[in-house]
C-alpha cells in the first residue's frame, strides 16, 4: 500500500524559508514520479513541483521558479521541498502525490493517484 507522510508545515513570515518533507513507502522509489500540490482556499489544486529520478525530470511551476527547489534521498525514500522567499500567496494545503512512471507524466493533479494528508503553510504579512 502506498502511503505518503508530509511534514514541515506551519507559520513563516514573507521572505522567510520553509522545508517540506514527504517520507514514502510501500513502492519503489524511483519507479514513480512524486510531486508536491498545494491548494489554496477557494482555489484549484494545482502543481508546484515534481520530479523523477528514472528520467531525471523535474518541473516547477513558474509562480515557485527560482524560489523553490525539490530533492530527494532514495536511501530514504523522502522528497523535500525547500521554499525560499515565500510570499503570503504561497499559503496554501501543500500535499505530496505519487504516480507510477510513465514517459508522458506532467506536473499536473490530474497525473497523479496516491496522495498524502496534506501540511498547512501560512505565510504572514
Known amino acids: 500500500e502506498v502511503q505518503l507522510v508530509e511534514s514541515g508545515g506551519g507559520l513563516v513570515q514573507t521572505g522567510g524559508s520553509r522545508r517540506l518533507s514527504c517520507v514514502a513507502s510501500?513502492?519503489?522509489?524511483?519507479?514513480?514520479?512524486l510531486g508536491w500540490f498545494r491548494q489554496a482556499p477557494g482555489k484549484d489544486r494545482e502543481g508546484v513541483s515534481c520530479?523523477?529520478?528514472?528520467?531525471?525530470?523535474?518541473e516547477y511551476a513558474d509562480s515557485v521558479k527560482g524560489r523553490f527547489t525539490i530533492s530527494s534521498d532514495n536511501a530514504n525514500n523522502t522528497v523535500y521541498l525547500q521554499m525560499n522567499s515565500l510570499k503570503p500567496e504561497d499559503t496554501a494545503v501543500y500535499y505530496c502525490?505519487?504516480?507510477?512512471?510513465?514517459?508522458?507524466?506532467?506536473?499536473?493533479?490530474?497525473?497523479?493517484?496516491?496522495w498524502g494528508q496534506g501540511t498547512q503553510v501560512t505565510v504572514s504579512y
Open positions: 520530479i523523477s529520478r528514472y528520467d531525471g525530470k523535474t
Open positions: 502525490a505519487t504516480t507510477p512512471w510513465d514517459a508522458t507524466w506532467e506536473c499536473a493533479p490530474t497525473d497523479f493517484n496516491s
Open positions: 510501500g513502492f519503489t522509489f524511483t519507479d514513480y514520479a
